[in-house]
């Protein structure tokens, strides 16, 4: 039972046009959302969050949108670049949960083509 | 300023065989945790910690320990290494509940 998902497993974006990449979650109780993106051999690195109570978070060229009555949010990337090419996480995080637990979805593997 | 900190980076490991992965945080951070990731699947969570001497299992456990006697260190024990526990195992910290900072991976091949 995926509570978390990214539908589209690759993306191909031509340098300097948008990028996005869409994620769904089915759990309710979820309040708090997170990107992380991950080059090969590296660990996850934080990108951007967004709390249920917003729909809209920006951050210089990264901007995640939530619609909750739809379950999905999505992040922009505008304009692309080369090195954005990576694996996109997108994560949740319940209300309930007292260890900061996050779900992840499968990830999106963003190639920027120059 | 080292973040997070994951030894070994692969392991080769036996069906049966034994072995520790080692996580080490530097930025005194109180919660820490431990995830694995399968090709081509999101990080589950194995064992989380909210600090020294307090740890809780996540949503896949079974075939793994942990502990957690300092801030700094949060080891993960596998005591009966099985094919299905090959992975790439991420280590991760975080202050409360701010966003998580994770290390570099240990690839862990069980053959």
């Known amino acids: 039972d995926q509570q978390v998902k990214q539908n589209s497993p690759s993306l191909s974006v031509q340098e300097g046009r948008i990028s996005i990449l869409n994620c769904d979650y089915t759990?309710?109780?979820?309040?708090?959302f997170l990107w992380y993106k991950k080059y090969p051999a590296e660990g996850p690195t934080f990108l951007i969050s967004?709390?249920?109570?917003?729909d809209k978070n920006e951050d210089g060229r990264f901007t995640v949108f939530l619609n909750k009555s739809a379950k999905h949010l999505s992040l922009h990337i505008v304009p692309s670049q080369p090195g954005d090419s990576a694996v996109y996480f997108c994560?949740?995080?319940?209300?309930?949960?007292?260890?900061?637990?996050?779900?992840f979805g499968g990830g999106t593997r963003l190639m920027v083509k120059p | 300023n080292a973040g997070v900190t994951q030894t070994p980076k692969f392991r080769i490991l036996k069906i049966g065989q034994s072995m520790t992965l080692q996580c080490a945080q530097d930025?005194?951070?109180?919660?820490m945790y431990w995830y694995r990731q399968d090709p081509g699947m999101g990080l589950k969570l194995i064992y989380y910690?909210?600090?020294?001497?307090?740890?809780d299992k996540g949503e896949v456990p079974n075939g793994y320990n942990v502990s957690r006697s300092t801030t700094e260190d949060f080891p993960l024990r596998l005591e009966l290494a099985a094919p299905s526990q090959t992975s790439v195992y991420f280590c991760?910290?975080?202050?409360?509940?701010?966003?998580?900072?994770f290390g570099q991976g240990t690839r862990l091949t069980v053959v």
């Open positions: 991760a910290s975080s202050y409360g509940k701010q966003e998580a900072f």
């Open positions: 759990n309710s109780m979820f309040d708090y």
């Open positions: 967004i709390s249920s109570i917003k």
């Open positions: 994560a949740a995080r319940a209300n309930n949960n007292a260890g900061n637990m996050l779900t």
């Open positions: 930025m005194n951070h109180n919660y």
């Open positions: 910690s909210v600090g020294a001497g307090i740890t």
